[in-house]
């Protein structure tokens, strides 16, 4: 039996914050999405948190980081578990706590459904398991995802030499090519956010899509440890072309945000940060690099379409399979409902 479940307020600034980030970096499940730096970037930006955690002989045994939102023109109020729960999802009783301590926290906070999006890949947990997870815990599967449910991920216990081979010949003449064009690649500072922020708004205009506010990238580069965070930047004669940043939790990096200049695209500023950033994950100890997103289509689908599509995540993919790398999906979303009526107004609006 568990000996303790805690419940945390609006902001989670307390002194258990340093146990929790080390039991997510530490869980085989764990996300940078759920740790307290994470819920911290989001609380200045609309949403609040409220932390859920089981206790087995005064340990940390499994757990949940919510954010939670008004929808819909405030009419509904929306529970997210981004890249959680963390739990053992073939312990039974484990599960069944836990989401009993969800289902009290929804109630309290009068929250009509909560979406979870665990990092549970597909190839440990197959579609007829999870199908029965769902049955069993009154889940219901949805194809409205948050977070990319497929992406790529890079083994970085290799060594850089081993790593640089493995990927596709395009991409290892383009990040030599980089360096004899004179491209350079720098860790940035505070300082060079807005220039980061201007590339991203480049970026959104070019391949339209929607990007954050400065002060979003901003306060995503403060709440995160020093160490846990870099900004890098691919310039040529000083002038800033590409950039990235890149995040660490425990073994796990992960390449979040990226952006790019119009200009000087020939020299190839992007191949030259993205393996900067890779290099940056590995010297840090860190055992996987996350591309972070790529379409949700098949591996077969993937290389057949690949040169032919540009739409949502298609012209991405192009760029990241060149670095290698394995392709994992997730189980995907699910939703747990509270109130039929508040999520078919979240439905609504989500259309």
């Known amino acids: 039996m568990f000996d ?9 600034y307390t002194e258990n914050d340093a146990e929790w980030d080390d039991f997510v970096a530490a869980h085989p499940h764990g996300s940078l999405l759920q740790t307290t730096a994470w819920a911290r970037l989001k609380n200045n930006f ?3 948190s409220q932390r859920i955690w089981l206790r087995q002989d005064g340990k940390l045994q499994a ?6 939102k008004s929808a819909a023109f ?3 109020r929306i529970g997210y578990l981004p890249h959680g729960p963390l739990v053992n999802w073939q312990n039974a009783e484990q599960v069944r706590v836990l989401f009993h301590q969800l289902d009290l926290a929804a109630y309290q906070r009068r929250i009509g459904f909560v979406k979870l999006e665990p990092l549970l890949w597909q190839d440990e947990c197959p579609a007829a398991q999870w199908q029965a997870i769902c049955q069993e815990y009154d889940l219901q599967a949805t194809a409205d995802t948050i977070q990319p449910p497929r992406t790529m991920l890079l083994d970085l216990r290799p060594s850089l030499d081993t790593i640089l081979a493995a ?3 395009k991409t290892r003449y383009n990040i030599r090519l980089a360096e004899r064009k004179e491209i350079t690649v720098r860790q940035g500072t505070a300082t060079d956010l807005p220039a980061f922020a201007q590339l991203m708004r480049l970026t959104g205009e070019r391949d339209g899509f929607g990007v954050h506010a400065t002060d979003y990238y901003k306060r995503a580069y403060e709440v995160f440890a020093p160490d846990d965070v870099a900004l890098l930047l691919a310039e040529f004669e000083g002038r800033p072309l590409s950039a990235v940043m890149v995040f660490k939790n425990g073994p796990r990096a992960a390449y979040l945000y990226g952006a790019s200049s119009n200009e000087e695209r020939n020299r190839m500023p992007n191949y030259a940060v993205q393996w900067a950033a890779i290099q940056w994950a590995k010297e840090r100890g860190c055992t996987s690099y996350d591309l972070w997103g790529i379409p949700d289509a098949t591996p077969d689908e993937l290389e057949a379409q690949f040169s032919e599509r540009s739409d949502g995540l298609w012209g991405v993919y192009r ?15 699910v939703d747990r409902i509270y109130n039929p009526r508040t ?3 979240y439905q609504w609006r989500r259309r």
């Open 4 to 12: 303790k479940w805690f419940e945390l307020g609006e902001q989670p």
């Open 343 to 345: 999520y078919k107004l």
């Open 319 to 333: 760029f990241k399979r060149g670095f290698g790398g394995d392709i994992r999906r997730t189980v995907g979303a």
């Open 63 to 68: 757990g949940a980081q919510m954010l939670i």
């Open 74 to 76: 405030g009419l509904a």
């Open 46 to 48: 609309g949403w609040s």
């Open 167 to 169: 990927m596709k010949q």
